[in-house]
């Protein structure tokens, strides 16, 4: 197939000559083939994501045969198999974990026996007469349809071999490689917002090319749902066919999407991870510490340390302590990178004679300066007692 679309494309209908019904041939055969690929193949048959009345089914029966990936009965209890035991080497047909070449065809090569196959249900492949009459006449539905009607249709302009080759052969070919892709490179490349307990992930350029199915990782964490791309912003036209077709036809009787909760709890579980590791990166010295691990200073204790000179001392001698939020913070080692400068903070510092210990609480919280949260923070760093009067 590779050789003979080469072949085709720049020997015997030369791309440069392409004539643009043959151009829009092709790419209607490969979109027809992809959604045939995603809306029946995939989410219909595949994960029971909607229920289809027969005309859609005979309709996405033809559609997905132009795709050129065997029959839905074969594709659908690989792909169930797939979802069943992902990543696995024996038993996940196109495994990420065997290579790239692996999982985007090197399977295809490979006749393997799959020991599990027998815990796949066919039942409800089996009872549909759609699945049953395309399965036995598969191979001839699939050669009139993506090899022989394009060029019967480009004959209508005189592009009778322009149209075998290209919308033919090169459709066959551009339909197989989007489709391989979402096995190959959605389990490589892109973010895993929604979950990590497999390879799966999305990116926006998959799903480019195949009608909405780059969002792999979302679609592994929640196969049932109809939708591939949930998010506002996500490249899912699969999905929106199938809401309009369910609103505005009586062809989808039943949709199926998981609940706002369980798309919250994902996307937050993944978000408090994320999280997790980003606090891990701070050095230890840069976290404040909690309140239960300061020690408790007197007014006696912290005018002690505010007279301390020595190796201890900052500039001047004076230990530049303050009082924050009831805490006493000691700002002597950030004095010079204070941005406001070490003269305010020298001006508030606590006094070893005063009679009372002055409260900067005000002053820090918008009397002298409105901190920022980033500052409050680099401020909570230093704190090195509770302080009770
Ligand atoms: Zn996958
Ligand atoms: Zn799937």
């Avoid at 090197?106 to 393997?112: D, L, N, T, V």
């Avoid at 066919?122 to 349809?145: C, M, N, W």
């Avoid at 949260?373 to 401020?379: C, Q, Y």
Wanted: proline fraction near 4%; aromatic fraction near 12%.
């Amino acid at each position: 197939m590779h050789v003979a679309a080469v072949y085709g494309a720049v020997v015997l209908s030369p791309w440069r000559d392409l004539h643009t019904y043959t151009l829009a041939l092709c790419v209607a055969s490969w979109q027809l083939a992809s959604f045939g690929i995603t809306l029946g193949y995939h989410r219909l048959w595949s994960h029971k994501a909607y229920t289809a009345r027969l005309p859609l089914r005979t309709a996405l029966a033809f559609m997905g045969s132009l795709g050129f990936q065997g029959s839905i009965k074969w594709w659908v209890v690989r792909h169930r198999l797939h979802h069943r035991f992902t990543d696995d080497p024996v038993h996940d047909p196109y495994s990420a974990q065997l290579g790239l070449f692996w999982s985007h065809c090197g399977w295809i090569y490979y006749k393997r026996a799959y020991p599990r196959m027998k815990m796949i249900d066919k039942g409800d492949l089996e009872s549909d007469p759609v699945v049953r009459f395309q399965h036995r006449h598969y191979i001839p539905i699939a050669l009139t349809a993506g090899l022989l009607l394009p060029a019967v249709a480009a004959r209508q302009w005189g592009d009778a071999l322009g149209g075998f080759v290209w919308g033919g052969l090169v459709a066959r070919l551009l339909i197989w490689h989007c489709t391989f892709m979402i096995n190959s490179l959605a389990h490589y490349i892109g973010d895993q917002p929604y979950s990590e307990e497999n390879s799966s992930r999305g990116t926006l350029f998959i799903a480019l090319c195949t009608s909405g199915e780059g969002n792999h990782n979302f679609h592994h964490a929640f196969p049932h749902d109809y939708r591939n791309g949930p998010a506002r912003g996500d490249w899912d036209p699969s999905a929106w066919v199938l809401h309009l077709l369910h609103a505005l036809t009586n062809q989808i009787p039943y949709l199926h999407r998981i609940t706002d909760t369980d798309y919250l709890k994902a996307k937050a579980g993944m978000l408090s991870l994320e999280a997790s590791r980003l606090h891990e990166r701070i050095p230890k010295e840069n976290v404040a510490r909690s309140e239960s691990e300061l020690p408790v200073w007197g007014a006696g204790e912290v005018r002690e340390r505010a007279r301390a000179s020595g190796e201890h001392a900052g500039q001047g001698g004076k230990q530049l302590l303050l009082l924050i939020d009831g805490f006493i913070v000691d700002a002597t080692p950030y004095a010079d990178s204070h941005p406001g400068g070490r003269g305010i903070l020298t001006e508030w510092s606590i006094s070893a004679t005063g009679k009372r210990i002055k409260d900067s609480t005000r002053a820090f919280d918008g009397l002298v300066n409105k901190h920022s949260k980033g500052a409050k923070e680099t401020m909570r760093v230093y704190r090195v007692a509770r302080y009770e009067e």
